[in-house]
């Protein structure tokens, strides 16, 4: 494959990246094989002041390569137990990426239960640490398999991760600086610069329609004036990838090695 040429994970991975933009000293979590690639690629380019542990329970230098080691050795820079994970979340210093099972339009995301919470179709992780994270600091959503089933009308099923509905607030205010950034799934980028917070598209994927886009959302999409193309991967970010962040390769398991324009079967 040469560097003209992408997979859809690797799509994926630079725009998800773009998530940490401008953050600057944040600790960057990205829960999952392609957030944690995209917050590694983040900290080589354009943010290298970005926090990262890797999984390990030190801060590291530069981002640990998924898969087997072969002899690496990460390059330690500070302790980091979970008690300092916990002072930066509080303080806000922190954007993580997660994967939410169900999303909706306020951005409310679930991880816990499908179905009635009493009686669960499926029972999932249960809400781990999404209530005080999602009001605690900058998150951002990666969504694999962009569908009614993971972007559904109404509301989530269970809210695990508060989102822009003021109801479910006190006095109906959302937090100061309460804030989610992007969504990236396999058809394309999302925010919620609308009004009142209404999600939008923010970029297309190559060979993907807004109509295909909202044909797979359980709610009403803002149609911008003009929507561009979600960049391709430049040649040193595809490098980087390939060679320093993922150099077994385990990013082809995430959508089967689909090509931008496809989807994951």
Known sequence: MSTHD??????CITAAAEAWRGDGEVLATGIGLVPRLAAGLAKLTFNPALMITDAEAH???EPVPVGPRNGYEPIIEAWM?????????????????????????????????????VRPKAALLGVRGFPGNSISHINSFFV???STRAFVPGEVDMVAGAGYNPQRFPGGRLPAGF???????????????????QIRVRSLHP?????QVQDNTGFSLVLPASIPVTPAPGA?????????????????SVFKGN???QRAA
Do not use: C, K
């Open 6 to 11: 992408y997979t859809l994970a690797e799509l």
């Open 59 to 61: 801060l590291v230098a």
């Open 81 to 117: 137990p979970y008690s300092r994970t916990f002072d930066l979340l509080w303080s806000g210093r922190r954007h993580a990426m997660v994967g939410p099972v169900q999303i909706d339009r306020f951005g409310q995301s679930n991880i816990s239960a499908i179905g009635d919470y």
């Open 144 to 146: 694999p398999n962009h």
């Open 179 to 197: 804030e989610i950034r992007l969504i990236v799934t396999d058809l394309a980028v999302l925010d919620f610069g609308g009004p009142q917070h």
């Open 207 to 211: 060979g993907i329609s807004f109509e």
């Open 236 to 252: 040193d970010a595809l490098r980087l990838i390939r060679e320093r962040l993922d150099p077994h390769g385990q990013r082809a």
């Open 259 to 261: 090509p931008p324009g």
